[in-house]
């Protein structure tokens, strides 16, 4: 099934077990989604708003709200059970947060980024050879990890890359990056 077909050519009552299995078997992810010009979201990826009431219209966001910063600076120290506990108390609460002095360089960052949108700009049928959902291979690409485990997929694709503790030999990396 083509990835436009998930919007395009389903009927409404669809099983979604079904939907998701036609856009996992796509494996050309939500940038394939996207590189097939759909129109509209796939109800796959639409949670219902009642499963987040915090979301509803009755509540909204207080002003000046800030996404958590956890500084790393002082990682080795005595700080460290602080700084364990500020990370996981912005994952609970906010399910991110940025983590500042973490001692990595700004090129290696930007090389990251470089080489992360280099895989997903590729075309589809190179980026397919690295598909799935073994998290056991130490290379690999997919979208949403948990897709069979969830109510929804989630909107993203993932290129991961498993570097501890032994990272993967240069063969395993994609040729192309």
């Known amino acids: 099934m083509s990835a436009s077909a998930l919007v395009t050519g389903v009927t409404p009552d669809l099983d979604l077990d079904i939907e998701l299995k036609a856009f996992d078997e796509t494996k050309a992810g939500v940038k394939g989604l996207l590189d097939s010009n ?8 639409i949670d219902p708003l009642d499963d987040y009431p915090l979301l509803s219209s009755s509540r909204q966001a207080k002003d000046g709200a ?9 990682v080795g120290s005595r700080r460290r ?3 364990v506990a500020q990370v996981r108390d912005a994952s609970e609460k906010w399910g991110v947060f940025q983590v500042v002095n ?7 960052l930007k090389e990251m980024i470089s080489g992360a949108l280099k895989f997903h700009e590729s075309p589809t049928e190179e980026k397919q050879q690295f598909y799935s959902r073994d998290l056991n291979k130490k290379v690999g690409f997919a979208s949403t990890f948990d897709l069979y485990s969830r109510k929804r997929a989630n909107w993203r694709d ?7 503790p032994e990272p993967p030999s240069p063969h395993e990396f994609p040729s192309f990056l």
């Open 81 to 83: 059970k602080e700084m």
């Open 158 to 164: 993932t290129f991961r890359c498993h570097m501890a």
């Open 66 to 74: 800030v996404v958590p910063v956890i500084d790393f600076s002082d």
């Open 38 to 45: 759909i129109s509209t979201i796939p109800r796959i990826f």
């Open 102 to 108: 973490h001692g990595i360089p700004v090129t290696t």
